[in-house]
C-alpha cells in the first residue's frame, strides 16, 4: 500500500554504466534523488561493465555528494550489459529489485509506476514502448525504430508470444522472480533482456507489459549494424536454453513464491 507520498515498497535500483564520464554528472544527481524519494532502505546500485575511461571516478565523486542516501559502484570487466544488470540485481538488498538506463530515457514516474505494479501482483514488470497508451517525447531514426519492430516481432513469434517490447531499459521483479529467472539465463549482452522475457515465460511467470513515456537519446552506445548483428545471433542460444527449459519437469512454483501474475491487454503498436 502507498502513503500519501506514493511510496512503495523499498527497491534496489541498478543502473549498468560503461564509458559514460560525460553523461554521468546530468544523470547520477537525478537517479540518487529519485532513489531518496522511494521508499525508506531503497538503494542505488551502479554496475561499470569495464569501462576505460572516468567513469568510475566521476561517479564515486558525485556519490561521496549524498552521504545519507543508500548508494555504491560496483567496478566489473567487460562482458556486456547483460551481465553487467546481472550482478547488480544480485547484489540487491530490497525486495523489489530494478533497472534503468544512465541516460534516463524512461521515466521515473514510469519507474515507480512500475514499482507499483511489481508490488500488487509480484509480476515481471517490464516497460513497453510499444502499446498505443505508450508516449515517445523523441524519436529513434526511422530506420532504427524499423529494425527494432522487426526484432520484436522475430522474439514475438520465436521466444516471447504477446510481448511486444523486450529491450525497453525499465523492469522491476519481486527479488523471488529475479532469483528464479536469472539462474537459467547465460547471455551476457544486449540480448540479455530477451533471455530474461523468455525465461520468465517458460517457467510459468507471465510478464506485465506496461506503457511507458520514453525519450531516446541520441548518444547512445547501442550501435545498430554491430550490435544489432550480435543480438541476432545470440538469439540461437537463447533458444536452445529456452526450449530445454521448456521441454524439463516445472521448477519454478508460483505458490512457493506467493506471486500471482497479470498480462497487461493494452493493445499494442505494430
Given at each position: 500500500m502507498r502513503n500519501a507520498f506514493g511510496k512503495t515498497a523499498p527497491i534496489s535500483l541498478v543502473v549498468p554504466v560503461?564509458?559514460?564520464k560525460d553523461r554521468a554528472p546530468g544523470s547520477v544527481p537525478l537517479l540518487v534523488t529519485f532513489v531518496s524519494s522511494c521508499a525508506p532502505?531503497?538503494?542505488?546500485i551502479f554496475v561499470d561493465d569495464g569501462s576505460t575511461d572516468r567513469t568510475c571516478e566521476v561517479i564515486e565523486e558525485l556519490l561521496a555528494e549524498h552521504p545519507n542516501v543508500s548508494t555504491r559502484l560496483i567496478?566489473?570487466?567487460h562482458l556486456g550489459k547483460g551481465a553487467a544488470v546481472s550482478s547488480g540485481i544480485r547484489a540487491a538488498s530490497c525486495s523489489y529489485v530494478?533497472?534503468?538506463d544512465v541516460d534516463l530515457a524512461t521515466s521515473f514516474d514510469d519507474v515507480r509506476h512500475l514499482l507499483d505494479i511489481a508490488s500488487e501482483t509480484h509480476a515481471l514488470t517490464i516497460g513497453s514502448r510499444a502499446l498505443l497508451q505508450s508516449r515517445?517525447?523523441?524519436h529513434e531514426r526511422r530506420s532504427r525504430e524499423m529494425l527494432g519492430r522487426a526484432y520484436n516481432r522475430l522474439?514475438?513469434?520465436?521466444?516471447?508470444?504477446g510481448i511486444f517490447d523486450t529491450q525497453c531499459g525499465a523492469k522491476v521483479a519481486p527479488r523471488g522472480v529475479w532469483d528464479a529467472v536469472l539462474a537459467r539465463c547465460e547471455e551476457p549482452g544486449f540480448a540479455w533482456d530477451v533471455e530474461v522475457v523468455g525465461t520468465a515465460l517458460a517457467l510459468g511467470i507471465e510478464v506485465r507489459e506496461v506503457p511507458v513515456t520514453w525519450t531516446h537519446d541520441h548518444r547512445t552506445r547501442v550501435r545498430v549494424l554491430r550490435d544489432g548483428a550480435g543480438m541476432v545471433v545470440a538469439l540461437g542460444?537463447?533458444?536452445?536454453r529456452i526450449r530445454a527449459l521448456r521441454r524439463s519437469p516445472a521448477s519454478f512454483s508460483l505458490e512457493d513464491h506467493g506471486l500471482v501474475v497479470l498480462v497487461d491487454d493494452a493493445p499494442a503498436v505494430e
Open positions: 560503461f564509458n559514460e532502505d531503497s538503494e542505488l567496478r566489473r570487466p530494478g533497472f534503468c515517445i517525447v523523441d522474439i514475438r513469434l520465436s521466444l516471447a508470444p542460444g537463447i533458444r536452445r
